[in-house]
C-alpha cells in the first residue's frame, strides 16, 4: 500500500483537483490509499466561523453561506454529469452542521471547533472521491473518525495507536485506491476529534503505519524540504535526502513543511516519507529515510513568529529548582501552552511559549500569585541547525534584537525582540 496525502494547498479549485487525477493516473493506484486536507484555506475559514458562533455571533449565516458556496462552485466545475447527486452531497453535509448548531449544548470552545472545523476534510474528500469516480478512478472513501481513535484532547488529540491500527486494518481491507480524510478522528464518547492544525501529514503517517505501507508522498508546493522557508529567504536549497532523526529535529524547531508528529510512526516501521512538488510531480524531492545522509554541511534556518518569552523568578529571590519547576509546568499543561525553548538560572526560569490555543492571560494570572513575571510577547524563536561560521558571523548583526541565546553542538537559538523583522533574514544567504 502507498499512502499519498494531499495538502489545501494541492486541492484549492477544480484544476488543481483534476492536477490531484493526473498524478494518480500516472502512478500505479491499485494499492493505494489519498488522505486529503479541507480544501484552500477552508480550515481558516471554519476557525472563523466557530469564532463567530462561539463569541460574536457576527456573520454566522453569511459565513457559513461563504463556505458552502466555495465547495458548491467547485463541484460545479468539475462535474458536467452527476453535479445534481454531488450537490445534494454537499447539502447533506450542511444539514448535518445546521443539526448540530442547533442541538449543540455544550459550551467547551475546543469542542466545537472539533464538532465544526472537522467538516471541512469531509466536504473535500467527498468531492474528490466522487469526481475520481466519475472520471473512472473507482475509489472508496473511507470516514477517517472510525478509524483515527484518540483521547479527548479536543483540537490536539493523542492517537490510540493500538485501536487506532485495529480499525485501519478493518476499514482498508485487499486492493483498490482508497481515499479517506487527515486532521480528524474520533474519541470513546464518539465526537470528533482533530490532531492540531496542519495534523494530514501525521495522519498520513498513522494509516501508513497501521498498513505497514509502502511509502509515503506528500505533495506540496514546494519542491521538497528547504534549508529555508521560501517565503522568507533566498536562494534556497534543496535537501534531498534526510534522515528522520533529522528530519524529526527540523520539524520540532519549526520547520513547516512537515507536521513535527508525522515522522516517528514511520521511523518506527522504516517506512520512507517522499516530500514532493505537485506542480513538477516528476522531479524527485525530498526523501526521509533511516539512512544518516550528511546534510550537516547545509545549515536550515527556522523562523517561529509571534511567540512570547516569559521570564519568571520567585519573589524572594530564592531559587527556581525542581518543586517551582514542576509547578510552572503543570499551569503550563493545565492552559495547553506549548513550550518551545527553556532556559533557566538560579534565579530565574525563561520560556519561549506558542500562545497557540489562547490561554496565556489565564497562565499569567495564575503565575503571577506566586512568582515575578515579565512578559515580552511578539517575539520570534530563530533555529539555525547545523550553523557554520557564517551564521556565526551574520548573527552578530543582529546583536540588538537578541533577547536570549542558546547553543548546543548543532543548533544555534535566538530569541529576538519585536523589532526583528523579515528583511533581516535575508542576509543569511548573502554571501
Ligand atoms: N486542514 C487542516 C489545516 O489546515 C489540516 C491540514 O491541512 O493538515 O490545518
Ligand atoms: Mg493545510
Known sequence: MKVYKFGGASIKDYKSVRRLARIIRKHNHDEMILIVSAMGKITNSMEDFVLSYTKSFKNLKNKLELIKSFHKEIVKDLFQKNQQSVLKIIESVFNEIDKFLKLNKENDYNFIYDQLVSYGEILSSVIISEYLNSIGLKSKWVDARSCIKTDQYYRDANVDFEKTSKSIKRKIKGKGLFISQGFIGSNKKSYTTTLGREGSDYSAAIFAHALNAESVTIWKDVRGVLNADPRYFNKTKLLNKISYEEAIELAFYGASVIHPKTLQPLKKKKIPLYVKSFLSPSREGTVISKKDH??????????????????????????I???????????????????????????SFSVVLNNKYGGLDKLLDELKETFKVSVDKD?????????????????????????????????????????????????????
Do not use: G
Open 379 to 431: 517575539v520570534s524563536l530563530f533555529t539555525i541547525r547545523h550553523f557554520n561560521r557564517f551564521s556565526l558571523k551574520h548573527i552578530k548583526k543582529l546583536n540588538q534584537n537578541i533577547l536570549l541565546e542558546q547553543r548546543t553542538y548543532e543548533t544555534l537559538q535566538l530569541v529576538l525582540s519585536r523589532d526583528f523583522k523579515q528583511e533581516n533574514l535575508l542576509q543569511f544567504f548573502q554571501r
Open 321 to 347: 529548582v525542581e518543586k517551582k519547576i514542576s509547578l510552572i509546568f503543570s499551569m503550563l499543561s493545565k492552559y495547553k501552552i506549548k513550550v518551545e525553548l527553556i532556559q533557566n538560572s538560579a534565579i
Open 294 to 319: 550528511k546534510v550537516k554541511d547545509i545549515p536550515s534556518h527556522i523562523v517561529k513568529w509571534n511567540r512570547v518569552l516569559l521570564k519568571i523568578s520567585s519573589k524572594d529571590f530564592s531559587f
